[in-house]
């Protein structure tokens, strides 16, 4: 285990004063300088199926296609490791599922109807108490209430 550089350490002294120790662990590095993202996503899924990053020796030639499998499955499944760890690691998979922008869009769709259908049935309360003020002006001898705040299309009229 290494530290990173001295500023990381003054950094991370400073974000966490009361652990002043911090270990690095070594974790297999890209081999070149186009793959980090991908590298991260594999050590994040890692930690996500409760596997060490830091044990992890990943198959560097099939991540970008297994990270392209993740996005068109939506199933967040751990990184291809070398067959050799493969063989000495047998783990359970656990399946693990997001959703795409399409869902969260349609999600927000559904809250804006939401709102709107609230919003007419404030209006409807509103427009049925001005009924009853017109009522009430008309004659004395009526009384008009909503039978219900959530469908304030039924009315009550009431004679005296």
Known sequence: M???????????????????????????QQPNNTD???????????????RDPSKENYDHPKMRSHLLDIYSTTELLPFPIEPSADALRKRK???????????SAAALHMRKVRAQKKLEA??????????????QEDSEAFSCEPLSLENALFLRIVAF
């Open 2 to 28: 290494e530290s990173l550089y001295p500023e990381m350490e003054i950094f991370l002294n400073q974000l966490f004063p009361h652990k002043p120790q911090h270990k690095f662990h070594k974790v297999r």
């Open 36 to 50: 980090c993202a991908v590298y991260a996503i594999a050590f994040a899924t890692s930690l996500l199926h409760n």
């Open 93 to 103: 998979v656990n399946k693990v599922t997001f959703q795409h922008k399409e869902h």
């Open 122 to 135: 404030h209006q409807l309360v509103q427009n049925i108490r001005q009924i009853e003020l017109l009522i």
